[in-house]
């Protein structure tokens, strides 16, 4: 344990902001700073900041009431519910079993655990597209398992949870790698059951991550798009998700509605990360 | 470790087994049939069928395709990637907060509303997509918006690979260099790019996967012309919904493969770096 202090000790004095800041900050930025400034600003300018803008800018643009117009449009609103309430589920149970993978793959051991560790990824990895057409093979209208959920919302439920998987398992993980294993050593030498250690120790040193990995998948899953076409069949007010029902209206060059749809989107992922922002920074200054 | 210093209870084998058993049955059904029933799909005729169904004149042209807007997009990525981190890490501005989240922005955005935005600019309906066209620049349904997008949904990830590495290094050497006369490009070329050799390789492998495999912003930008501007994502999903399986399965066999790959070469350069 005291070994363990001592190593974070000189790992954070090992990266040295102290004599390396000063140099730099001695003059105000450098021409050089200021080129290589400009060009990243142009750079994500041109690809993100006006464009993202532009979608805003698209959607205010003909007043606010053809903006909630186009956002309670029947299947507008539906799609906007179903993204809304599917995407809790989803975070959610993430939440439980991203965590629950997280122990198993850091306080478990078996044969293949260091396979099953890469194959986590692989979500991140694989294709969106291709991740829906795995699962419908699977889970579609000729499933080897007799499990149809082709054009179900239980169907879109399981391309977000193949999509979020890592999520979660990669926020907790790291933590639960660095958790000091004798307090609850010590706790249990108290006479502390199971549950009790799991409570009182294990779980509030998780929270944080598990939550900042639930808020991530939460937000990847209303923006999904890739892995819900073919699974959801994209039937309006039963399994079409928002980003699909965005893409039906650009493609009928509807795109001042698209626009209004996307940015409720950008809305709520923009509040979710903020406040997941903020409840970070102020966990940190308690701490 | 002292993981195994205490004698474990019985019962806390039990719930040990019963964890074991949950998470495996989740990954296996969630994860690991789908993607092998999908393998298995592709090759149960054999080897033949497989390379057959990916050497036809549209498969070939899709993965052209794919080749060529991913290359760019890494290319272009990866000069922006070790700019911004260098600027992060290395250089104090009025503003870095901002910059610092604007970069991580892309992984919010729907891949659908990319395309959008890139739309509402680019588009030809639109002034300065408008004025690019009558100076016979097109980027919407052809190779530059296709570009743009996969830039825009790859965008944190060479970035956010460099950074930390960049940050445990420390700019003595850097320093040191510079006091030895060696010029800003220099010093860049000989000290800071050896430094960060391994992470930025993983934030380059990270990218390329992430533009090869690059669906909805794609789909949006590039007007799903097949024989064009179709990609190996889009050629998946046009031979799928056209009952063409056989075809389908192997671009999607082809996909997973390059996947598996790049998180094994990942994985590697992460121990590396370690």
Sequence with gaps: MTSDILETDSAGSGTPPGPARPVARRRSPSAPTALGLGSAVIFLSLIVLIPLAAVIWKSAGEGPGFFWKSVTTPDAWAALKLTIVVS?????????????????????????KAVLDTLIDLPFALPTIVAGLVLLELYGTDSPLGVNLAYTRVGVAAALLF??????????QPVLLELDREMEQAAASLGAGNATIFRR??????????????????TRSIAEFGSTVL??????????VAAVQIFGQIENDNTASAAAVSTVLLVVAFVVLVTLDLVQRWRSRRA | MPERSSVPKPNRTVSRYALRLVALVYLLFLLVL?????????????????FDALTTHDALHAFQVTFIVALWAVALNTVFGIGAAILLVRHQFPGKRILNAVIDLPLAVSPVVVGLALILVYGKFSS????????????????????????????PLVVRAVVPVLEELGDEQEQAAQTLGAGRWQTFRRITIPGIRSALAYGIVLCLARALGEYGAVAVVSGRLVGQTQTLTLYVEERFQNFEQPAAFAAATALALIAIISLLVIKLLQRKAD
Excluded at chain 1, 231 to 240: D, E, R, V
Aim: neutral net charge.
């Design chain 2, 128 to 155: 300065f997509g408008g004025w690019l066209e009558d100076n016979g620049i097109q980027i919407i349904f052809s190779t530059p918006g296709m570009v743009l997008a996969t830039v825009f949904v790859s965008l």
């Design chain 1, 201 to 218: 120790i294990i779980l509030p040193n998780l929270l944080p991550a598990m939550v900042s990995g639930t808020a991530l998948a939460f």
């Design chain 1, 231 to 240: 699974i959801s069949g994209n039937l309006p007010f039963k399994t079409q």
């Design chain 1, 88 to 112: 809790i589920i989803v975070a959610l149970i993430n939440l439980v079993m991203g965590t629950l993978i997280a122990w198993v793959l850091v306080r478990d051991s078996f044969p293949g």
């Design chain 2, 34 to 50: 789908p993607v092998a029933l999908i393998c298995w799909q592709t090759f149960k005729d054999g080897l033949g069928p497989f």
């Design chain 1, 163 to 172: 999509v979020t998987l890592p999520f979660v398992v990669r926020t907790v």
